[in-house]
Nanobody, 123 residues
Framework: QVQLVESGGGLVQAGGSLRLSCAAS??????MGWFRQAPGKERESVAA????????YYADSVKGRFTISRDNAKNTVYLQMNSLKPEDTAVYYC??????????????????WGQGTQVTVSS
């Protein structure tokens, strides 16, 4: 049974940092990603990383501020978020994604989702 457990969210002031973690169990996935959903908005892809870590994807809105990484030995994916903005406020989820193809946005695969972790950035 696949389980995804996100953690590390919280309340932070604008300009601050948070590090999210996503522990996966049940199987290992090739490409993993982070998604977020703000109130009243659709879930959007934020970042993704290939199994080796050599290939990554970032949404334009987070480029230069967020860094995705993974530890395959721990089956865990991380999202380091720096220079946070109020518009980053959302519930953040991790999920396996489609492969990383230049010019395309990775989407979720298999419809596996965790409970999410709330990130709130105050102005």
């Amino acid at each position: 049974q696949v389980q995804l457990v996100e953690s590390g969210g919280g309340l932070v002031q604008a300009g601050g940092s948070l590090r999210l973690s996503c522990a996966a169990s049940g199987r290992t996935f090739n490409t993993m990603g982070w998604f977020r959903q703000a109130p009243g908005k659709e879930r959007e892809s934020v970042a993704a990383i290939s199994y080796s870590g050599a290939n990554t994807y970032y949404a334009d809105s987070v480029k230069g501020r967020f860094t995705i990484s993974r530890d395959n030995a721990k089956n865990t994916v991380y999202l380091q978020m720096n220079s946070l903005k109020p518009e980053d406020t959302a519930v953040y989820y991790c999920a396996p994604t489609t492969g990383l193809v230049r010019g395309t946005i990775p989407t979720s695969l298999y419809d596996y989702w965790g409970q999410g972790t709330q990130v709130t950035v105050s102005s």
